[in-house]
């Protein structure tokens, strides 16, 4: 029943900047632990980087020193703000979250996926 609404994809040149955004339908959600993912076409999804519900972050190596994942709690979203993109950032990207209603408990749920087009 809860969605996950990716926005923000689309093309940029090499050196631009690209903020996703990943936001949770619903009411009285709490958002367990969030990440991003990424799969480009023949290859396989890799993760890009993780929160924990109280903030501790992870990134992969391709990603650190580049990539920014944050939440807003209150809008039940989850950015990931995308800096110095180089072509081989080319990919499609996922959000996924954790996600408690007032009747559930924490479920997983995907994203619709958003493409990410880097190229000049």
């Known amino acids: 029943q809860v969605q996950l609404m990716e926005s923000g994809g689309g093309l940029v040149q090499p050196g631009g900047s690209l903020r996703l955004s990943c936001a949770a339908s619903?009411?009285?959600?709490?958002?367990?632990?969030v990440a991003w993912y990424r799969q480009a076409p023949g290859k396989e999804r890799e993760v890009v980087a993780s929160?924990?519900?109280?903030?501790?972050?992870n990134y992969g190596g391709s990603a650190k020193g580049r990539f920014t994942i944050s939440r807003d709690n209150a809008k039940n979203t989850v950015y990931l703000q995308m800096n110095s993109l180089k072509p081989e950032d080319t990919a499609v990207y996922y959000c996924?979250?954790?996600?408690?209603?007032?009747?559930?408990?924490?479920?997983?749920?995907w994203g619709q996926g958003t493409q990410v087009t880097v190229s000049s």
């Open positions: 929160m924990g519900m109280f903030g501790n972050v």
């Open positions: 619903g009411s009285s959600l709490r958002l367990g632990g």
């Open positions: 996924n979250a954790d996600v408690a209603t007032q009747m559930t408990g924490f479920r997983s749920y």
